[in-house]
């Protein structure tokens, strides 16, 4: 069995484990050749992957995709930082054990009836509103 290296992140084990890029910057080399232009560089990143978080965590209690948009900041940031590229690798893990184990049988079975006990209750307080109110508006109902 192959045992390969995760970035410090631990070890992965199986022959089926996907090669990951190099940890490091993605800048083009003749930016990278240059010290003032690679910070430069560096800077810029970060701005703009901060612009891209603050967006999103703006978006977080307002319409809008707020963690896709926290996560797609994440990525902007990969390309240049070290920390983010192991964040993101992390959180790629966590979202992919979390999808295996949302397909386990045991776990479907029990998301599908607590979704079933869930509607049956919606549907029986939405029975008792409509037997004792009508179809009349909340805001429209007079006690």
Known sequence: MNTQSNGGLGTVEGDDAPAEKPLGSRAPHFIKRSRPLHVSWQVGVFVVGLAVVVAGVIMLPLPGPGWLVIFGGMAIWATEFVWAQLVLRWTKRKVTEAAQRALD????RRNIILTTIGLVIIAAALAVYVWKFGL???????E
């Open 105 to 108: 049988p045991k776990v479907r």
């Open 136 to 142: 009349a508006m909340p805001w429209n109902v007079s």
